[in-house]
């Protein structure tokens, strides 16, 4: 790990889902000791964050929240999203860098608008973000700063919106409940910070992982311009091949767990890789290989010839991404938007030479120009 831990690590697709779903495989990192992703504080030192729980304090948690994320709440969104698409787009004119032009104001305004988030701080929780995901050893301090300043920051803003309800979801978190049950103080402040991190961060980064990718094999970039039906599909690829952008989450085993490689022992901390698994011979057909009409209907994209099973790029089990349709409608929109709009988008070097992040969580390109007409 970053941290100079050494862990065991889970790479098939059988073994990854085994250990997302078994209820022996716990998020709780706390104890002293434990092996770590990264030193300094991080989001793993807080009980109250739901993807450190463990049933039946998990269970509570998304029982009360499972309302808010339906695919019927985030329909509601996706008008608004494919504006902001093409008012970047508008903006950016024929050459530009898809970082900073489009994929990372993209998440970033839509969570903002869906949060009540004044957009004068996109800035400042930008910083955040940066430093809270750096791997990097001379963070260690700063991450824990950070952190403070993140988590205070959506302190203020609940009370904000506690004095001034509104229809956003923000004010759906605050008023969900199940039964008269609502989320404490503690887990309202996480998941704010969750949302606007992973809100923006990491579907900034399967949009940018995305793009690369798309331009890397201009041929597929054609034909999804050719077949807009196409998009949903390709949208799955994308995740499958350049998702989730990071390693995964550690888990603790709290009873032996059986897998295909061995016995993962009661105590062991061990990292189930979901990108490994994404990429699993055993379960994709050609798994190296990049191709937007691999989920589509009807397609051989599995093994042997048979539909390809879901990726996991949201994981899978308990801990299942409870963001996952919000970032299934934003990365649509995306790339429906640039797709339709830019029909003739190019890089601007060649994409061998583009440099890569390298002392982060997620991993992505640090520059994509582009060009069109």
Not at 172 to 188: M, N, P, Q, T, Y
Not at 346 to 360: C, L
Request: aromatic share 6%.
């Amino acid at each position: 790990m970053p941290s100079g831990d050494k862990v065991p690590m889970a790479v098939r697709h059988e073994d990854v889902r085994t250990l997302l779903s078994s209820p022996a495989s716990s998020r709780n990192l706390r104890e002293p000791g434990l092996p770590r992703m990264v030193n300094g504080t991080t989001v793993e030192d807080d009980p109250a964050a739901l993807i450190n729980q463990d049933p039946p304090a998990h269970t509570r948690y998304r029982r009360i929240m499972q309302g808010t994320f339906t695919p019927r709440q985030i329909e509601r969104w996706r008008p608004r999203a494919a504006a902001i698409a093409n008012e970047l787009i508008d903006t950016a004119g024929r050459e530009f860098d898809v970082v900073t032009g489009f994929a990372l104001p993209l998440p970033a305004r839509v969570i903002c608008e869906m949060l009540g988030v004044p957009m004068d701080r996109y800035a400042q929780f930008r910083e955040w973000t940066e430093v809270f995901l750096s791997t990097s050893e001379a963070n260690a301090e700063a991450r824990g700063e950070g952190y403070a300043s993140f988590m205070a920051y959506a302190g203020e803003l609940i009370a904000e919106h506690r004095a001034r309800p509104g229809d956003d979801l923000l004010d759906l978190l605050i008023a969900a409940r199940d039964e008269g049950d609502r989320l404490s103080e503690d887990e309202l402040t996480n998941m704010v910070f969750t949302l606007i991190l992973a809100g923006h961060e990491t579907t900034a980064s399967i949009i940018i992982r995305g793009m690369f990718r798309l331009l890397s094999h201009p041929e597929q970039y054609a034909d999804l311009v050719r077949n807009p039906e196409l998009l949903e599909p390709a949208v799955e690829e994308i995740l499958r091949y350049e998702g989730p952008g990071g390693n995964g989450l550690l888990r603790r085993a709290t009873a032996d767990i059986a897998l295909s490689g061995g016995v993962v022992q009661a105590g062991v901390v061990v990292l189930p890789n979901p990108a490994a698994a994404n990429q699993d011979p055993e379960v994709y057909a050609d798994p190296r290989r990049f191709d937007i009409r691999r989920f589509v209907e009807g397609e051989a994209g599995g093994k042997a010839g048979g539909p390809p099973p879901a990726h996991l790029s949201f994981g899978y089990g308990t801990h299942y991404c409870l963001g996952a349709n919000l970032a299934r409608m934003e990365l649509q929109e995306a790339f429906r938007a640039l797709t339709t709009r830019l029909p003739d988008l190019r890089p601007q070097e060649d994409p061998a030479d583009i440099r890569w992040s390298s002392d982060g969580l997620i991993y992505r390109p640090l520059r994509l120009a582009v060009k069109s007409g």
